[in-house]
C-alpha cells in the first residue's frame, strides 16, 4: 500500500500545482514510484509543468469511465507518473474516484492529488481515511485564514491536514503580518511540514523546466518529501530557506 497525499487550499493561486509538481519530482527522485494526479477539472496544468502537455490524448475521466488507468498515464522521467485531469467540468464521480484511488493505492509508492482550490470537498471522502491533506498558503493573514478554516472543514470529517507555506521571502516576511514563522503556525492550528521560498526557478515550471535538484525550491521540497515520508528534518535557518 502506498502513502496518499492530496494537496488543498482555501484560496486560489497560492501554488498547490507547484507544490504537488516538487513533491512529485522529489519523491521520484527519492526513489519511490510516484503518481500525480490533476484534479483540476476544466484547468488543468500538470501536464505543462510536467512538460507532457504534448502527448496527453486521455485523462482522469476516460480512466473513471472504464478504460486501464494506464491508458492516462503518462511518464514524466524515471518513476514518476502523470495522469491529467478532463478538460471539460462534472466529468468525476465520486464513487468511481474511491475506486480510482484504492487501484492507484496499491499500483504507487506514492499518489499525490493536486485538487481545485475552495471548499468544495465533495470528492475528498473518495480517499481513503489515511490520506494526508496538504494544505498550501502564502505569508499572509487571508490565505492563513483561510488554510485555517480547510483544515477545520476537514477535520470535521475526520480527515489530517499539514500546513506548507509556499512563497516565502525572509526580507518581505518583516514587512508581512506574520513576525515569523510561529505566528504564522499559531494562526493556521495546523502542524507545519515545510516552507518553500519565492522563486523564479518555479515560474518556469508553467512552461515544464522543473528546476535543478540542488536549487533552493527544490532543497525545500526534498526537505518536506523527506518529513512526510516520516524522516526528522530540521527547518533551515529561515535567512536560508
Ligand atoms: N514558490 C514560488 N515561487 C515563485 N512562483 C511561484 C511559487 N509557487 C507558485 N508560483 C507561481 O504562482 C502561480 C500560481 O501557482 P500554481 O498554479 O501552482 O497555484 P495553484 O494554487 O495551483 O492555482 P489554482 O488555485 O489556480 O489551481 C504560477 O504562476 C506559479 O509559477
Ligand atoms: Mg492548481
Excluded at 513533491?23 to 527519492?30: D, I, K, N, R
Excluded at 514587512?175 to 511540514?193: C, H, M, T
Excluded at 526537505?223 to 526528522?232: D, F, V
Amino acid at each position: 500500500m502506498g502513502k496518499i497525499f492530496a494537496v488543498t487550499s482555501g484560496k486560489g493561486g497560492v501554488g498547490k500545482s507547484t507544490v504537488s509538481a516538487g513533491l512529485a519530482v522529489s519523491f521520484s527522485t527519492l526513489g519511490y514510484k510516484t503518481l500525480v494526479v490533476d484534479m483540476d477539472e476544466g484547468l488543468r496544468c500538470l501536464d505543462l509543468m510536467l512538460g507532457v502537455d504534448k502527448q496527453v490524448v486521455l485523462d482522469l475521466s476516460d480512466i473513471l469511465n472504464g478504460r486501464e488507468i494506464n491508458d492516462a498515464v503518462y511518464e514524466v522521467k524515471q518513476n514518476l507518473f502523470l495522469i491529467p485531469a478532463p478538460q471539460k467540468i462534472g466529468l468525476i464521480d465520486a464513487f468511481s474516484l474511491a475506486n480510482f484511488a484504492n487501484d492507484v493505492n496499491n499500483l504507487y509508492d506514492i499518489v499525490i492529488f493536486d485538487f481545485p482550490a475552495g471548499i468544495d470537498f465533495s470528492l475528498y471522502g473518495s480517499l481513503p481515511k489515511d490520506s494526508l491533506f496538504l494544505t498550501v498558503a502564502f505569508p499572509d493573514a487571508v490565505t492563513v485564514r483561510d488554510a485555517a478554516v480547510v483544515s477545520g472543514l476537514l477535520g470535521e470529517m475526520g480527515l489530517s491536514s499539514r500546513l506548507i507555506i509556499n512563497r516565502f521571502e525572509y526580507k518581505l516576511s518583516k514587512k508581512r503580518s506574520f513576525k515569523g514563522i510561529d505566528d504564522i503556525i499559531d494562526e493556521a492550528y495546523l502542524q507545519l511540514v515545510g516552507i518553500v521560498p519565492n522563486s523564479d526557478e518555479l515560474k518556469n515550471l508553467s512552461s515544464g523546466k522543473i528546476p535543478k535538484q540542488k536549487s533552493k525550491p527544490m532543497k525545500a521540497f526534498i526537505r518536506i518529501a523527506k518529513r512526510l515520508l516520516g524522516e526528522n528534518i530540521l527547518l533551515p535557518k529561515v535567512k536560508k530557506i
